[in-house]
């Protein structure tokens, strides 16, 4: 496949289509944290549009720009500044933590993209759509340089986090991609995966910013323990989201995951199930990858299929736990924004 458009800049997204960021939909009880946050949040999304618009090669930028330059919820630099606040938030080393999470978030995006085939994200097309997978599977690999770059800057803590949650996202998508060993529990395998792939992103930022503040270690245990939870939560929810969100609505395609023949947790569920009333589903979801004419008919399925009732219940098992966790720590107003992830996270959209 050749490398499309390198000498382009960005693709230019209108700022009006970004994805509205994960502050804005937490409406948050507290003004000062709000405001506090919504700085440093502003401090990130300038630096990390500036990562790409520094390479010394602008081609470069430009691919590594695009899906930074399309939004996102920035859900883990939230993190990182949420985890920051159980210490002294103003510190040095907050925000770079901050760009450091969404910098690793970012390149796995670049790679998962390739291995899903799906062609948008954040409501623009996918880096490989628009710059072909060579290209997007490097500049993948460049944001990840970026970010412990950023890393070693921040000390050797910061790097042992940064390479050891490296590490587990591709650990936890290789597990994905080989699935199951012969005779192993499909389901503990899927959280096997959601470990690596999701959670452990999730917990490290809440500890990297937890670190950079000086916060006291067993603060700094709760939040990586929540971080943890909230992180398998988060990728139930977004399995939930591939069947039901209504075109677009997510930035997703519907039927991504169905399409690759990713076996989220409400197919593991359904090929599970013994209801003859599933025995078409079943027959559909056995058969590997569900062919593009058979994905409406696998979605209405799906809608009537007692598997999202019961995946339902599994996310808000996880969900019940993070706010158990959350209990350990102080009751400032970040405690509170935490636990409001948690509702977010029960009634995802996107
Ligand atoms: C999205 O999952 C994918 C991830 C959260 C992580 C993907 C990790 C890798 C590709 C390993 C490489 C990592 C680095 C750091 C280079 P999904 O496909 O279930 O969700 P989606 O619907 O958002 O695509
Ligand atoms: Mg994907």
């Keep these: 496949m050749s490398v499309r458009h390198l000498s382009g800049t960005t693709a230019g997204h209108r700022p009006e289509l ?36 520094d390479a010394a090669d602008p081609r470069v930028g430009a691919v590594a720009g695009h899906l930074a330059e399309a939004g996102g919820k920035r859900l883990r630099p939230l993190l990182v500044l949420l985890g920051a606040e159980f210490g002294e938030p103003w510190r040095d080393g907050v925000t770079q933590a901050a760009v450091i999470a969404e910098l690793v978030h970012i390149a796995s995006l670049h790679h998962d993209d390739v291995m899903d085939g799906a062609g948008t994200r954040h409501g623009v097309p996918s880096v490989h759509a628009r710059f072909g997978e060579r290209a997007a599977v490097l500049a993948g690999d460049w944001l990840l ?41 499909p389901v503990a395998h899927y959280f096997q995966v959601l470990a690596g792939k999701t959670a452990a992103l999730l917990s490290m930022a809440l500890g990297i910013g937890a670190l950079q503040a000086g916060a006291p270690p067993a603060t700094l245990t709760a939040l990586t323990e929540y ?35 990713v076996p989220t947790l409400p197919v593991l569920l359904a090929l599970e199930g013994t209801d003859p009333a599933d025995a078409e589903l079943r027959a559909l979801l ?25 995946t339902e219940a599994v996310l808000y098992r996880r969900l019940d736990r993070a706010r158990t966790v959350l209990g350990a720590l102080p009751a400032l107003p970040a405690r509170d924004a935490l636990l409001a992830l948690c509702d977010y996270v029960a009634h995802r959209t996107s």
């Design 286 to 310: 056995a058969a590997g990858p569900v062919p593009a004419t058979s994905l409406r008919r696998t979605l209405d399925l799906f809608a009537r299929s007692p598997a999202l009732p019961e």
């Design 145 to 185: 340089a970026r970010a412990s770059q950023l890393a070693a800057q921040l000390g050797p803590e910061a790097v042992q986090l940064n390479a050891r949650t490296a590490g587990r996202l591709v650990a936890g998508q290789l597990r994905e991609l080989t699935g199951p060993a012969p005779g192993e529990d």
């Design 18 to 53: 970004r994805e509205k960021s994960l502050l804005d939909r937490l409406a948050l009880d507290d003004p000062e944290l709000n405001d506090r946050l919504r700085e440093s949040l502003e401090r990130v999304e300038t630096w990390l549009l500036a990562v790409a618009r």
């Design 227 to 261: 971080g943890e939870l909230l992180g398998v939560a988060f990728q139930i929810a977004d399995d939930l989201l591939d069947l039901r969100s209504p075109c677009g609505a997510s930035g997703k395609e519907p039927g991504t995951d169905l399409l690759a023949g």
